[in-house]
């Protein structure tokens, strides 16, 4: 049972542009979700959150989104940097319940940027 | 303040042995908890110990085991290894148990691959 789904297993972009990677999920005691960049034989590094009372956070270049009815998060990345080419997860927790001290991961989104 | 420490790096066994891996969290982190990626699988969550207790396990076998020190450090065992625990053991550490408004942080993982 995969609750947290990335749908698009790789996404290419142009310098300059922007960047949108999608995140759905299954499980409505989800309140809290996190993205993650990784470089390839390194762990996950955390990029932003947001917590399920609010709908949009920023962070610089990065910006995430979150649709409660639809349950469906989004991170932009604008404009978009070679720098920023590695797998993108999307992970979601819960203040309890079995989902309560792990996160539970996405596939993952292969971002490529292109000079 | 250091990071998150694994070792091995990198580790290379046989089918039927057993292995331990080692992880010392971020200094002042009580949470531990251990991930284990695959290709084409993400990050699935193995076990989550906070104060020397195992608070949630992942859907692996019984040859997964974990423990948790007095000082927060943690060792992650599997016996009898199979060809299909060739993956990248991830361990992550938090001040608190991961849930709403708590991210973690990785270390670079013990890449493990059994011949």
């Known amino acids: 049972d995969q609750q947290v789904k990335q749908n698009s297993p790789s996404l290419s972009v142009q310098e300059g542009r922007i960047s949108i990677l999608n995140c759905d999920y299954t499980?409505?005691?989800?309140?809290?979700f996190l993205w993650y960049k990784k470089y390839p034989a390194e762990g996950p590094t955390f990029l932003i959150s947001?917590?399920?009372?609010?709908d949009k956070n920023e962070d610089g270049r990065f910006t995430v989104f979150l649709n409660k009815s639809a349950k469906h998060l989004s991170l932009h990345i604008v404009p978009s940097q070679p720098g920023d080419s590695a797998v993108y997860f999307c992970?979601?927790?819960?203040?309890?319940?079995?989902?309560?001290?792990?996160?539970?991961f996405g596939q993952g989104t292969i971002l490529t940027v292109h000079p | 303040k250091a990071g998150v420490t694994q070792t091995p790096r990198y580790l290379i066994k046989t089918r039927g042995q057993q292995v331990t891996l080692s992880c010392s969290p971020i200094s002042g982190h009580r949470s531990v908890s251990w991930y284990q990626q695959t290709p084409g699988q993400g990050l699935q969550f193995l076990f989550e110990?906070?104060?020397?207790?195992?608070?949630n396990k992942g859907n692996f076998p019984g040859r997964f085991s974990g423990r948790q020190f007095s000082n927060s450090r943690s060792e992650m065992n599997v016996s009898t290894l199979e060809l299909g625990d060739s993956a990248l053991y991830l361990c992550?550490?938090?001040?608190?148990?991961?849930?709403?408004?708590?991210?973690?942080?990785f270390g670079s993982g013990t890449q493990l691959s059994v011949l």
């Open positions: 992970a979601a927790s819960a203040a309890g319940g079995t989902s309560y001290g792990k996160l539970t």
């Open positions: 947001i917590s399920s009372i609010k």
């Open positions: 110990y906070f104060s020397e207790t195992q608070r």
């Open positions: 992550a550490s938090s001040p608190w148990r991961a849930g709403y408004n708590e991210k973690l942080f």
């Open positions: 499980n409505s005691m989800f309140d809290y």
